[in-house]
T-cell receptor, first 114, second 109 residues
Framework: ETGVTQTPRHLVMGMTNKKSLKCEQH?????MYWYKQSAKKPLELMFV???????ENNSVPSRFSPECPNSSHLFLHLHTLQPEDSALYLC?????????????FGPGTRLTVL | GQNIDQPTEMTATEGAIVQINCTYQ??????LFWYQQHAGEAPTFLSY??LDGLEEKGRFSSFLSRSKGYSYLLLKELQMKDSASYLC??????????WGAGTKLIIKP
């Protein structure tokens, strides 16, 4: 596989469930990002990892928990979500954080919280 | 605060030309990106401008005026497959991308 892949593509969960989103990049990049995309709103940066270290957390509620075991894999663990968390969750990667660096995106996970 | 403005939706005819504008107010400037996003798919990189002027890439061109805080994406010879959302993003002084809400482009036959 090439590029950035995300699984699952679609997820429906109840507010009491625990689930995880997975992202994998095959580009040899060192930085990985989680974004939230809601309809008609700008992309919201959630978390940034650079060389496996979390460098940014943009005031994201603790019900979202990221994990980056290596530079190729990124997870977003979800628990006790709210209906307003329903959105498209996009993963992206770039060569490294800082400097002018094009980000490459995965296709996203469409999350619906009931 | 930091802000990126672009029209919510535009409609154009197949074969025509369309210009999608983006204005920005950010803390510092380290370049402007345009991405294309088809419904249900990943945003894909189209262009990057850091100096004033026009960059041309086939049917797509991107223009930047730093003094005016303004950019546009020009799409020529429109095709039905160009129906998508177009996202403008500015890299600020901390190299963080500030995103616009996107412009949904509808192409009619």
């Amino acid at each position: 596989e090439t590029g950035v892949t995300q699984t699952p593509r679609h997820l429906v969960m109840g507010m009491t469930n625990k689930k995880s989103l997975k992202c994998e990049q095959h580009l040899g990049h060192n930085a990985m990002y989680w974004y939230k995309q809601s309809a008609k709103k700008p992309l919201e940066l959630m978390f940034v990892y650079n060389f496996k270290e979390q460098t940014e957390n943009n005031s994201v509620p603790s019900r979202f928990s990221p994990e980056c075991p290596n530079s190729s894999h990124l997870f977003l663990h979800l628990h006790t979500l709210q209906p307003e968390d329903s959105a498209l969750y996009l993963c992206a990667s770039s060569q490294e954080r800082g400097g002018i660096d094009t980000q490459y995106f995965g296709p996203g996970t469409r999350l619906t919280v009931l | 605060g930091q802000n990126i403005d672009q029209p919510t939706e535009m409609t154009a005819t197949e074969g025509a030309i369309v210009q999608i504008n983006c204005t920005y107010q950010t803390s510092g400037f380290n370049g402007l990106f345009w991405y294309q996003q088809h419904a249900g798919e990943a945003p894909t990189f189209l262009s990057y401008n850091v100096l004033d002027g026009l960059e041309e890439k086939g049917r797509f061109s991107s223009f930047l005026s730093r003094s005016k805080g303004y950019s546009y994406l020009l799409l020529k010879e429109l095709q039905m497959k160009d129906s998508a959302s177009y996202l403008c993003a500015v890299s600020d002084s901390n190299y963080q991308l500030i995103w616009g809400a996107g412009t949904k482009l509808i192409i009619k036959p």
